[in-house]
C-alpha cells in the first residue's frame, strides 16, 4: 500500500473503531493504534519524508486533520460511555454522604461554651431563657423605670408594646429568682438582640454570659474574686484586672471591669487607645429593688451579679479586629479555631 492508500483505510476505518468502543480499555486500545507512539497516523507522519517534494505541505495538513478528528471522536466516545455508565450504577441511598472538611465551630459559640465550663468549673449552675421576652422581665423587673434612658441604651425589636427581643440574658436571672428560692449560683449564656448599626464592634444579634449569685453573707469582695478568678482562668496568670465605678439600673454599686492589655500588657497600645486597659464586662450588687420585684426578702439576702459580651472577650483573646466576621460564615476565617 502506498501513502495514500494507507491513509484513504485510515481515515475510513479509524472512526468506525472509536464508535464501536464499549469501554475505557477498548477505546485506549484504539487510541494506541491509531495515535498512540507507534500508531498508525504517526507512523504515517514519518513517511511523509518519501512524498514528493510539492505535495508534502498539502499531507502534512491532511494528517494533521486526521489526528485531531481521531482525538475528538475518542475524546466523544469517551464522555458517551462515562454517560452509559453512571446510569447503569446502581444508587444506594443508604450508602454514607460525602466527607466534608468541617472548618469548625464558630468562635462566639466555642467561647460562649468555654467561658460557661469555667464557671461551672467554680460551682456556678447553667440556666437558659426564651429569646422572645416580656418587657417586664427585660426592662422593668430589672429597675428599669419606663421611659428611663438607660432603655435607650439597650434600645430593641418590639413584638408588640409587651413583647420584645431580649436585649440581655439578665431576664433569665428575673425568671430563676422568681421561680426558685435563693440560694442561687447560675450563668446564663444565650444570644441577644439591640437595634445596634452593624459596624467594626456592634452587631445587632450577639452572645451574653451574665452571672447571679445570691446568698446571705455576699458582699462585693466575693465578686471580685469571682471575676478575678475567672480573667486570669481564662486570659492567663499574668492579667491584671481593675474595677471602675459605673452605673446600670438593676445593681448598686456598679462597675466596669478591665482587664490589662493582652497585647501591651498594659504599658498602652493602638489595642488599648493607648490605655493599657481593655473593658470585658459589666458587674455589681444586685439592686434591692429587684430582689423585692422577685418576691425575694432583701433584709436576708443579697448578691452579685455580671454580664459579658461573648464575641468581645473571643475577639481579645484572639485578636480579631473585627466583630463582623463571626457572621460572615468565612471558611477562611472560621478554620483558624
Ligand atoms: N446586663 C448588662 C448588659 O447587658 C450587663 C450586666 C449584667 C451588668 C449584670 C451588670 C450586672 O449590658
Same mark, same amino acid.
Given at each position: 500500500m502506498n ?66 478528528e481521531? =482525538?475528538? @471522536?475518542?475524546?466523544?466516545q %469517551?464522555? !458517551?460511555?462515562?454517560?452509559? +455508565?453512571?446510569?447503569? *450504577?446502581? /444508587? ?25 465550663s ?57 425568671r ?33 454570659? =451574665?452571672? @447571679?449569685?445570691?446568698?446571705? %453573707?455576699? !458582699?462585693?469582695?466575693?465578686? +471580685?474574686?469571682?471575676? *478575678?478568678? /475567672? ?48 473593658e ?9 429593688n ?6 425575694i ?35 477562611r ?5
Amino acid at each position: 500500500m502506498n501513502f495514500k492508500e494507507k491513509y484513504n483505510k485510515i481515515k475510513s476505518e479509524a472512526p468506525h473503531e472509536v464508535l464501536k468502543s464499549q469501554n475505557a480499555g477498548e477505546l485506549d486500545k484504539a487510541r494506541s493504534k491509531y495515535i498512540g507512539r507507534k500508531g498508525v497516523v504517526t507512523s504515517l507522519f514519518k513517511e511523509l519524508g518519501g512524498i514528493p517534494h510539492q505535495e508534502r505541505p498539502l499531507w502534512g495538513k491532511k494528517l494533521n486533520s486526521l489526528k485531531k478528528e481521531i =482525538e475528538n @471522536l475518542i475524546e466523544k466516545q %469517551k464522555n !458517551s460511555i462515562r454517560k452509559e +455508565k453512571s446510569k447503569k *450504577e446502581f /444508587f444506594d441511598p443508604t450508602l454514607p454522604v460525602e466527607h466534608y472538611r468541617y472548618p469548625g465551630r464558630n468562635p462566639a459559640a466555642r467561647t460562649m461554651d468555654e467561658i460557661t465550663s469555667l464557671f461551672i468549673s467554680m460551682g456556678f449552675g447553667v440556666a437558659y431563657g426564651p429569646e422572645i421576652e416580656t418587657e417586664y422581665n427585660n426592662f422593668t423587673a430589672l429597675n428599669f423605670p419606663k421611659d428611663h434612658p438607660a432603655r435607650d441604651m439597650q434600645d430593641t425589636f418590639y413584638v408588640d408594646e409587651n413583647w420584645l427581643l431580649r436585649t440581655h440574658t439578665s431576664p433569665v436571672q428575673i425568671r430563676v429568682m422568681k421561680e426558685s428560692k435563693p440560694p442561687v449560683k447560675l450563668v446564663a449564656p444565650g444570644k441577644c438582640y439591640r437595634r445596634d448599626t452593624l459596624d467594626a464592634s456592634h452587631l445587632p444579634v450577639f452572645h451574653q454570659v =451574665e452571672g @447571679l449569685m445570691i446568698d446571705r %453573707k455576699i !458582699s462585693f469582695s466575693h465578686l +471580685k474574686g469571682v471575676l *478575678e478568678c /475567672f480573667t486570669r482562668k481564662y486570659f492567663g496568670g499574668k492579667v491584671k484586672t481593675r474595677f471602675r465605678p459605673s452605673f446600670f439600673p438593676f445593681t448598686e454599686p456598679s462597675a466596669e471591669v478591665d482587664i490589662s492589655c493582652t497585647i501591651c500588657m498594659g504599658k498602652g497600645c493602638s489595642s488599648c487607645s493607648g490605655k493599657g486597659w481593655l473593658e470585658i464586662l459589666g458587674a455589681g450588687m444586685v439592686d434591692p429593688n429587684v430582689l423585692e420585684n422577685c418576691g425575694i426578702d432583701k433584709n436576708k439576702w443579697q448578691g452579685f451579679a455580671f454580664g459579658m459580651g461573648v464575641e468581645r472577650i473571643a475577639m481579645l483573646k484572639y485578636g480579631i479586629d473585627d466583630i463582623r466576621y463571626f457572621i460572615q460564615n468565612d471558611k477562611r476565617f472560621l478554620e483558624q479555631f
